[in-house]
């Protein structure tokens, strides 16, 4: 009996659906260089004419990095504002790529002259090297209750890129002012020339939030001068399992996170050098990521009372250095909440964000203690209190030792560092420098507002909403103390992020590798009776896959599926093995 799909036009159809995956590859591919062009472009042609040189090397390319993308964003919203024609965007694309020529002998200039620049290129390009080949072993996503959010964004990109209406609901339940649009519209800039393919979107998704590991080398110097901090750093991005499932996961929090990280790390050398430039960048950048996600609100709320307490104290060039934050933060701002407003009134817009819509009803007391309960939920591992597991019930052993990893690892603020990172972090030493009012000011108050801004009742924790940035910045810090902490301890974290590693991203991607093909024709009996024997969120994804009929980057390269396993595993033996070799270095014995 012949096979479904044998003969003549079984072949034809086999060599159809090749050609459309190489074509879908070119898509990403194109997408990937597109991207690039986006990210070290525009930005660096304006920031050498404001700053000049009075940014370090290293500064510049964070900042140069900050701003293209900006200017990216304010592009493509004019597009879609002014309805104008797609063959903009190829306009908007040509100038990125001559500005990137005009400013290579620039930037060649201080890639030869800044040892600290050099490092920080190679890092990102590894961790970036490293993103991409998590996310070729992707099939389906899966992990806690992680569910929807890939496809709503990538809804959003479309949404933009071809004008869509304004009363438009993404998966048929968020409006358009749920959520800010920069990530989306800069994702719909790089989708208009490669293409719409969902691959070539989750290449530019990883690849932008692949950029949260600059502004964490930038903010090293802040703590430490030591020559390892940045090697460190890398292999602690590498390792680190939080990081590993949102760099793949197609949303905007790490991209958000890099202009947090990058606002912070320009305010506090600003504030420290007496940089007015610096200042003000820090603003713009923390107005940025409030433009990715409203998770950074927090983050420029602190900073702002910070910088009007200072300027209140200080008068004279302090309380200028705030006018002049205030103005551009305030501007770049209102090109998308003051739209917002003017398009569906203030009420609409507040009403649509998840924080208002999901705290409609309650009291002022009860969201006060449903803010205690998640904060006690964030800071204590779910696995050691009593709380409700059933919507991650299920009959695979491998999915629920997955799953009980995925949720601490994702959603507790303090072991999203990683078993190794908490130990850097949290190990007291002997005669350690004193932490600054500033690092501990932001500390709390970004994490009790961060939690209490979600107004969901967050039974595995809430880290993974609005603390990410402070998970990153925690992750600095750990890796800036390294060379203070006895040989010992050092050990002892090389041994757990090894852990984090099998555990929290070995683990994870053996089981999105998998695929769940035909789900919609599988009988469902949860949990007993499930694809793959896993939870009800991922045969959710593995649906939602189907019958928007999505084809992944990991879909397309599945037949390399073992050889970018051992070449992530390898990566991760690398950063390992670098951390091992550190640890018979000078430091605190």
């Known amino acids: 009996q012949r096979r479904p799909g044998g003969g003549p036009a079984g072949a034809r159809g086999a060599v159809a659906r090749l050609e459309a995956g190489s074509s879908v590859l070119d898509s990403a591919f194109l997408a990937a260089l597109l991207c690039a062009a986006a990210i070290l472009g525009p930005g660096a042609v304006l920031l050498r004419s404001v700053a000049g040189d009075r940014l370090r090397p290293a500064e510049f390319l964070v900042g140069s990095v900050g701003l293209s993308l900006l200017l990216v964003y304010g592009a493509t919203w004019a597009i879609y504002l002014l309805d104008a024609p797609r063959a903009a965007h190829s306009v908007v694309a040509a100038v990125n790529v001559l500005a990137l020529l005009g400013c290579l002998p620039v930037l060649r200039n201080l890639f030869s002259s ?100 600059l502004p964490a080398l930038l903010l090293t110097r802040l703590f430490t001068r030591a020559p390892e901090r940045l090697a460190v750093l890398a292999a602690l991005f590498v390792l680190n399992p939080m990081l590993a499932q949102n760099v793949t996961y197609s949303w905007t929090k790490l991209f958000a996170a890099f202009y947090a990280l ?26 940025g990521g409030v433009l990715v996600h409203y998770s950074i609100a927090p983050y420029f ?25 205030a103005a551009t933060s305030a501007i770049l701002l209102v090109t998308w909440l003051g739209w917002s407003a003017a ?70 603020l303090v072991l999203s560092l990683g078993l190794g990172g908490a130990l850097l972090l949290l190990f007291p030493r002997k005669n350690g420098a004193p932490i600054r009012a500033f690092w501990m000011a932001l500390t709390a108050f970004v994490a009790i507002t961060g939690i209490a801004v979600a107004t969901e009742v967050g039974t595995y924790g809430l880290a993974h909403l609005c603390l990410q940035a402070l998970v990153v910045l925690g992750l600095t810090a750990a890796a800036s103390r390294w060379s203070a902490l006895p040989a010992g301890i050092r050990r002892l974290a090389v041994v757990l992020f090894a852990i ?32 793959l024997g896993l939870s009800w969120t991922a045969y959710a994804n593995a649906l939602a896959k189907e019958q928007w009929d999505v084809t992944y980057l990991g879909d397309l390269v599945a037949p390399l599926r073992g050889a970018a396993a051992l070449a992530a595993v390898a990566v991760a033996g690398a950063a390992l093995a670098r951390l091992w070799r550190a640890t018979a270095r000078t430091g605190a014995e």
Request: overall charge positive.
């Open 343 to 412: 398009a569906f009134g203030v009420r609409g817009t507040l009403a649509a964000t998840s924080t208002v819509a999901q705290g409609t009803g309650s009291t002022a007391g009860g969201l006060a203690w449903n803010t205690a309960r998640n904060v006690w939920w964030t800071l204590i591992p779910h696995a050691l209190l009593d709380v409700d597991r059933s919507p991650v019930a299920q009959t695979n052993v491998w999915g629920r030792l997955r799953d009980t990893c995925f949720l601490t690892y994702q959603m507790n």
């Open 500 to 531: 984090d590693f099998a555990l929290g991203i070995a683990l994870q991607f053996a089981l999105e590798s998998r695929p769940m093909d035909h789900v919609s024709a599988f009988v469902v009996h949860w949990p007993d009776h499930m694809p």
């Open 114 to 213: 800044s040892k600290e620049l050099r490092r920080m290129l190679a890092s990102w390009g590894v961790f970036s090297a490293f993103s991409l080949v998590l996310l070729a072993l992707v099939r389906t996503y899966s992990g806690g209750t992680w569910g929807g959010d890939w496809l709503e964004h990538y809804q959003r990109a479309l949404f933009f890129l071809d004008h869509g209406a304004r009363d438009t609901k993404f998966l048929g339940v968020w409006t358009l002012p749920s959520r800010p649009p920069a990530m989306n519209l800069i994702e719909a800039h790089v989708l208009a020339s490669a293409g719409k393919s969902y691959p070539a979107f989750q290449v530019v998704s990883t690849l932008l939030s692949a950029l949260v590991i």
């Open 262 to 287: 990058a606002g912070i790390a320009f305010y506090a050398a600003g504030i420290r050098l007496g940089s007015r430039v610096r200042v003000v960048l820090g603003f713009v950048f923390l107005a």
């Open 301 to 325: 709320l602190f900073v702002a009372g910070w910088e009007a307490v200072r300027a209140f104290r200080s008068r004279g060039r302090a309380f200028a250095d705030a006018a002049w934050a």
